[in-house]
C-alpha cells in the first residue's frame, strides 16, 4: 500500500531547533519531497532527497534514508513566519511524478 | 512570468453539474498535476500529464477527467458534481530540466458542491 505518516502537529520556540519526522512506504520510490503550505496559500518546494543523506539549504536541512523509508526536515533559527503546514511527499515513478503526500504537520511557533 | 494560474478562485456548484477547473502555466514545463486537499488528508493527487498528450491517474482519478492538447494548458473535467467533491484543488507543474522535479503550484480553487 502507500502510506507517507508524520506528527499531527508540533510546537517550537522562536530561535529553536525543531525536527519534523515523516515515514513512507510506497510501491516505487524515487525521491523525497517537502513542501512548507501557509494557511489559505498553495504549498512551495522546500527541499529534495534521492539518495541517502543530508541536503542543507540556509536554515533548512532535509534527511533521507531509503532502508528505513525514514525522512526529516530540520528547520534552525525559528522565525514567527515559519508556522506552516509541513508536508512530505514521496515520487513513485522515473518522471519524479506521480506523489503521494502525508496528512501535514502543522508548525506553531511561539514567541 | 505569471508562473500557474487557475481559474476560478470560488465555484459553487449543484450535485450533478458539470464544470471544468482551468490551469495553465507559461514556464514551458513538461510536467502537470491535479491535486486535491480536503482538511487532515493532505494533497492526493487526481491525474497528472508528463507531456503533451500524455495523461495519467493519480490516486483518486474517480469522478474526473484531463486532456493535454498543449504544453501550458491542463483542464480538469468534473463529470457530475457530488457534493464528496467539495475540496480545495490544486494545479502544479514542474520540469526535469530545472534539475530537482521541483513543483510550482498555483494559487487553488475552492470548489463546493451544494
Known amino acids: 500500500g502507500q502510506n507517507i505518516d508524520q506528527p499531527t502537529e508540533m510546537t517550537a520556540t522562536e530561535g529553536a531547533i525543531v525536527q519534523i519526522n515523516c515515514t513512507y512506504q510506497?510501491?516505487?520510490?524515487?525521491?523525497l519531497f517537502w513542501y512548507q503550505q501557509h494557511a489559505g496559500e498553495a504549498p512551495t518546494f522546500l527541499s529534495y532527497n534521492v539518495l541517502d543523506g543530508l541536503e542543507e539549504k540556509g536554515r533548512f536541512s532535509s534527511f533521507l534514508s531509503r532502508s528505513k523509508g525514514y525522512s526529516y526536515l530540520l528547520l534552525k533559527e525559528l522565525q514567527m513566519k515559519d508556522s506552516a503546514s509541513y508536508l512530505c511527499?514521496?515520487?513513485?515513478?522515473?518522471?519524479?511524478?506521480?506523489?503521494?503526500f502525508g496528512p501535514g504537520t502543522r508548525l506553531s511557533v511561539l514567541p | 512570468n505569471a508562473g500557474v494560474t487557475q481559474t476560478p478562485k470560488f465555484q459553487v456548484l449543484k450535485t450533478g453539474q458539470s464544470m471544468t477547473l482551468q490551469c495553465a502555466q507559461d514556464m514551458n514545463h513538461e510536467y502537470m498535476s491535479w491535486y486535491r486537499q480536503d482538511p487532515g488528508m493532505g494533497l492526493r493527487l487526481i491525474h497528472y500529464?508528463?507531456?503533451?498528450?500524455?495523461?495519467d491517474q493519480g490516486e483518486v482519478p474517480n469522478g474526473y477527467n484531463v486532456s493535454r492538447s498543449t504544453t501550458e494548458d491542463f483542464p480538469l473535467r468534473l463529470l457530475s458534481a457530488a457534493p464528496s467533491q467539495t475540496s480545495v484543488y490544486f494545479c502544479?507543474?514542474?520540469?526535469?530540466?530545472?534539475?530537482?522535479?521541483?513543483?510550482?503550484f498555483g494559487p487553488g480553487t475552492r470548489l463546493t458542491v451544494t
Open positions: 502544479a507543474s514542474s520540469s526535469p530540466g530545472q534539475g530537482a522535479y521541483e513543483q510550482y
Open positions: 500529464s508528463v507531456g503533451a498528450g500524455i495523461t
Open positions: 510506497t510501491s516505487g520510490f524515487n525521491g
Open positions: 511527499a514521496a515520487s513513485r515513478d522515473n518522471y519524479g511524478q506521480n506523489f503521494v
